[in-house]
């Protein structure tokens, strides 16, 4: 990272040095073969130095305002406002209980919102906010994104953060249903699941996969069936797929 | 199943292969086509052939009649299809490319797998805006018009999901190449790299990652390392030559070539500059795979070496003995496909693929064995091998280290089993 991170910085500067240099040596095409040598290096040195191309303007305040609605789990991001899981309740029945059920225990399909404690070992995991999410500062993001789903960014700060307050409480994170969530504490709220990730480590942990030989011939016994799509029988008729006019 | 006649079809196909024999060369090894050597009734002619056909009489088409042209009526099944039970609702779902029917490298447009989280957004592009900002020296607004007035770049790449093949991972569940390995696409791209755009607010030297964020009611984002998206990251409105499909992020869409198709996102608004990833629900909650000791990776971004035959297979089940065509598609996201061996007794004996087309860096590749059939059982399998040595690992091999709960990522090696009277299913094998 650091490496192209100094390349780009590099860039810059190597930019502003080229850019009028090539053009002087255009404009007087002898006796100036050192400043367009000079060009040359420069540039073999950095083979794509940036060009501005004069498109676009530059983004006013409040049109960053407007559209930069993310929450990182430093709590960047977070706006002024509260609410607490008392408030978020009585939110949480009207706007969201509908699809997700009274306590975020899901209706139908519809995702699980709070239980699961101590699953992700078991043969069926069941991933919630309290159960796996890593950090209290997603669910404030995601809620103002993306719900309620259909009318998203219909919510005001206040009531995500009670809402958010609603989930942690359901979830057993935030005891007391009259705690306040805010801009302040949010980003501090710690998550049962939050030491539960590692990057990826496929270069390592399945290093075995990388093979110079595999074999070609006489592979070991010969295979049997041991499970069958048709036996489950869940695959949507050819028939039924939608109809095209 | 007897072991014999198996190894017979390999010994002969290896013996093809080697001699760079193709249909001529059958005659010579000995085989005869069943259909001129059967002795029975004297033939009777082929009334498509005697009969003068309504198309061969009257007037089709005019040039006016077809504005925007959509495939012939008698290909109406080749189409997405969706599998309802796999979610709550049809504006957070998936949808499946109908692989089983298309060849070559290239996905036509109309059946590119869709994959919505608030359905599809329909953007007048007059007024879209893309904005850069954070860690830049001036945040910027793009109009499309901006955006298309930047040096262009036209590549071609695979988009998988990162959830392709996802219901299989405890065993056979659906029939068919389509929704077992349907949540792909491969075309080209025209747009910019978004290194260029990048160069036009100006980086600053401590920014680390780039958050994505789409304009759809789901607000897609997703945090993306700085080192990838200057490495070869770009902004297309353009696939297969024209704009791309409200479906696939019209008018503008981020194309991460080789990772897993959830950055890719679509209806591309906003990009902001920071120092550490956002941790957004597709990060945390979406997008990581549980391991069997209760943990999950993160940022798993990158799609291994994977191939499936997409013919035969339960959807296109063999029709004929004798000779025939068997053809897949193989891919990874680590660079191009070196090779691709195939098995017909369930991976006790391989023989290389013939790769057919282009091979490009992070594409979907074509192969092809052509082989003669008695009508013995098959179980067919591919293997795909890429350019850093990465083979493609048994589903066994993967379960080993990962479980079955990981749900996505599951690049395991596919079997269709093919029964004496052609029809082809999916199976486990060990």
Known sequence: MSKSLKALAGLAVVAAMTLPLAQAGAEHKPGHKAAKEAAKEAKAKAPAAPVKLGLGRPALPEEIAAWDIDVRPDGQGLPPGRGTAREGDALFQEKCSTCHGEFGEGVGRYPVLSGGHGTLKADRPDKTIGSYWPDATTVYDYVRHAMPFGNARSLSNDEIYALTAYLLNMNDVIKDQDFELNQDNLAKVKMPNADGFYEDDRDVAEKSFWKKDPCMKNCGPAPKVIGRAIAIDVTPDDKAGPKVD | MSEKPKSDVLDRRRFLGAAGLGAAGLAGAGAMLPSLAKAGPAPTPDPAITEIQDWNRYLGDGVDRRPYGVPSKFEKDVIRRDV????????????????????????????????????????????????????????????????????????????????????????????????????????????????????????????????LEGADSAGMDRSLPLEKALDDVMIAYAMNGEALRPENGYPLRAVIPGWQGNLWVKWLRRIEVGDMPWQTREETSKYTDLMPDGRARKYTFVMDAKSVITSPSPQAPLKHKGRNVLTGIAWSGRGTVKRVDVSMDGGRNWVEARIDGPVLNKSIVRFYVDFDWNGEELMLQSRAIDETGYVQPTKAELRKIRGVNSVYHNNGIQTWLVHPDGVTENVEIA
């Not at chain 2, 329909?122 to 499309?144: K, Y």
Request: charged share 15%; hydrophobic share 40%.
């Open chain 2, 84 to 211: 309802s039970w796999l979610t709550a609702s049809p504006e957070s779902s998936v949808n499946f490319t109908p692989l089983h029917a298309l060849d070559g490298i290239i996905t036509p447009s109309g059946v590119c797998f869709e994959r919505h989280h608030g359905g599809i957004a329909e953007i007048d592009p007059a007024q879209h805006r893309l904005m850069i900002h954070g860690l830049v020296d001036t945040p910027l607004v793009f109009t499309m018009d901006d955006i298309k007035r930047m040096p262009r770049i036209n590549k071609i790449y695979f988009l998988e999901c990162a959830a392709n093949s996802g219901m299989e991972w405890r065993g056979a569940q659906l029939n068919g190449c389509q929704f077992t390995h349907g949540m792909i696409h491969n075309v080209m791209y025209t747009g910019v790299t978004l290194k260029t755009l990048l160069e036009q607010a100006g980086v600053k030297s401590n920014a680390k990652w780039l958050l």
